[in-house]
């Protein structure tokens, strides 16, 4: 397996611009989440879809911030307008089992806003 | 939510020390996870262990669940060891992980 795939692993964007993250988890998994790293405060969780259902999307910071599953191999994050306060690293990771079993991260989308 | 704290924050050794990273958390919990992140930013999954000790190559990790307190060691350390170590628990009762805010490793050769 090719593990958790993120696409793009870099983008640069406007403030003010729409900015889609994308994340195809390893085949199998039922679990899949969504992390923020910055420097400030280092890894968050964003929300975690199990069955393709999201389970808690409390970490979402605000209502920029959109995530959907439509199937069982694909996620996307959803920046709406975008600020230079979103720049950050954004993981997306995949597990079996939440809690139970391993969690596999993908590269990460490098995200910068300006 | 369970509080997860790292020590120290940064370590920095010659090659072939022994090294040690400690991890204790506030709430109990199912198990806990090691994780080390490369200078170049990707995250890899390491351990996930409940009790006792799990080793791989170089790597032990061990965990009291009494103390809620669990240690990553590395034996005969290498330059490739260098990178930011960290440990996630679960909030009780659901699966969200908290992280630690990492230990970054340096190890010089």
């Known amino acids: 397996d090719a593990g958790v795939i993120q696409s793009p692993r870099h983008e640069v964007t406007e403030m003010g611009q729409e900015v889609t993250l994308r994340c195809k988890p390893i085949s199998g998994h039922n679990s899949l989440f969504w992390y923020r790293q910055t420097m400030m405060r280092g890894l968050e969780l964003l929300i975690y879809?199990?069955?393709?259902?999201?389970?808690?999307d409390s970490g979402m910071p605000e209502d920029r911030f959109s995530a959907k599953m439509p199937n069982a191999s694909f996620s996307t994050l959803k920046i709406q307008p975008s600020e230079p306060r979103d720049s950050a690293v954004y993981f997306c990771?995949?597990?079996?089992?939440?809690?139970?079993?391993?969690?596999?991260f993908g590269q990460g989308t490098r995200l910068t806003v300006v | 939510k369970n509080e997860v704290e790292q020590s120290p924050q940064n370590l920095t050794a010659q090659e072939g020390e022994f090294i040690t990273i400690n991890c204790s958390y506030s709430?109990?919990?199912?198990?806990l996870h090691w994780l080390q992140q490369h200078p170049g930013g990707g995250i890899v999954s390491l351990f996930m262990?409940?009790?006792g000790k799990k080793k791989h190559g170089r790597l032990i990790a061990t965990i009291n669940i009494q103390e809620k307190h669990s240690s990553l060691h590395i034996t005969a350390s290498h330059p490739r060891d260098s990178a930011v170590y960290i440990c996630a628990a679960p909030n009780f009762g659901n699966e969200k992980l908290t992280f630690g805010t990492g230990t970054r490793l340096t190890i010089i050769p």
């Open positions: 990771a995949s597990s079996v089992i939440p809690g139970i079993t391993e969690a596999f």
């Open positions: 262990l409940s009790s």
């Open positions: 709430v109990g919990i199912s198990a």
């Open positions: 879809f199990n069955n393709n259902v999201p389970i808690d």
